[in-house]
């Protein structure tokens, strides 16, 4: 009978250790945020669900604002401010209470397919709907303590990606950026940063590295080749992306870690990494990053709710 107890209590005790690792990590003193992209589907590829699992996690985390990395609405973008895709796509779509702090937004190659100064313009229309333009910046405060500050830099990385200016469907929006200038901006932000700023990021639609499907593709070559060299001459801490519909999490040699977090919808495979990959998931879901000044701690959770991954990074 002994053996039988202490049998029982060895296996509660070994559950309940195991369900204290599964838990979301709080911290309201950091600088809360979701991560997510590649979503609009008007509900379907289990973007509904998504969308109720980011509401409810968003609330116990207490996220301050959600990091949107591109491909808003599909499969060609918005055809104006008015377009239905606004309601189905989004407005109707996360509609929790804790969904409705801003949601600092990129462009991705389907957004390109439609009416991209729409997706700018809505900013005026929309209390959360953050894109002031196609490549913007955001200093964000710790605890409301400006000596300890975050740097989110936001990117228009469709237009370093050759194929798109010989595509019908994105040639006329594409051919009338400035890459030089965006790298010439984006090296001026980088190399003027406040002594405040404690962590640096940077959020683009397109990977630079990837276990998905496009790990050779000449799209990923093409941003490694345009962004590493920024990325690593200035230390920048983490390049979060989608395009890959799937959640990733790559290390290469360097400062920067990679985050690829497409998963608001449609999934498609991937593996991990090859050498410098420490997690690849084919499933719907986000990340959640928390940040104080000497940690960032990132949580990548699933559409059901389940904590897949966690890892804590040291300044």
């Known amino acids: 009978m002994r053996k039988l107890l202490l049998s029982f209590w060895v296996c509660f005790f070994t559950i309940a250790v195991c369900a204290q690792k599964d838990e979301l990590t709080v911290n309201k003193k950091a600088i809360n945020f979701i991560a ?15 969308a109720m699992q980011m509401g409810i996690t968003a ?13 808003n609405f599909y499969p060609s973008g918005v055809a104006s401010t008015q377009d ?16 409705q702090n801003p949601w600092y937004v990129v462009l991705g190659n389907h957004d390109y397919k439609g009416n991209v100064q729409a997706e700018i313009d809505y900013s005026k229309l929309s209390r959360r709907w953050y894109m002031p333009a196609r490549y913007f910046s955001k ?11 975050a740097l989110l830099i936001f990117l228009d990385t469709s237009p370093f990606i050759a194929q798109y200016y010989t595509s019908a469907d994105h040639k006329e929006n594409i051919i009338t950026q400035d890459t030089a200038a965006q ?19 940077v959020v683009g639609h397109h990977p630079l590295y990837t276990g998905g499907k496009r790990i050779k593709s000449p799209d990923t ?16 801490d ?20 990679y985050f690829v977090t497409g998963a608001g919808s449609e999934t498609t495979p991937t593996i991990l990494y090859p050498q410098t990959g420490k997690f ?11 940040v104080t000044a000497k940690e960032l701690l990132v949580q990548i959770v699933s559409v059901d709710g389940k904590l897949l991954y966690k890892e804590n990074i040291k300044k």
Not at 221 to 236: A, E, G, L, R, T
Request: proline share 2%; glycine share 6%; with cysteine.
């Open 36 to 50: 997510m992209g590649d979503f609009g589907r008007n509900g379907e590829y289990m973007q509904k669900e998504v």
């Open 59 to 71: 609330k116990e985390l207490g996220s301050d604002f959600f990091v949107i990395t591109g491909d």
């Open 84 to 99: 239905y895709s606004w309601v189905a796509s989004f407005e109707n779509m996360y509609i929790a209470h804790a969904l």
């Open 139 to 149: 200093i964000i405060s710790m605890d409301d303590d400006t000596t300890q500050q």
């Open 183 to 201: 790298k010439k901006w984006l090296e001026n932000v980088l190399a003027n940063r406040p002594d405040n700023i404690k962590w640096t990021f």
């Open 221 to 236: 070559y093409q941003m490694n080749n345009s962004f590493k060299p920024i990325f690593d001459k200035y230390k920048v």
């Open 238 to 257: 983490a390049y979060i992306c989608g395009h890959e519909h799937n959640l990733q999490y790559i290390k290469p040699v360097g400062t920067t870690h």
């Open 280 to 290: 690849a998931q084919s499933i719907n879901g986000f990340m959640c990053f928390s």
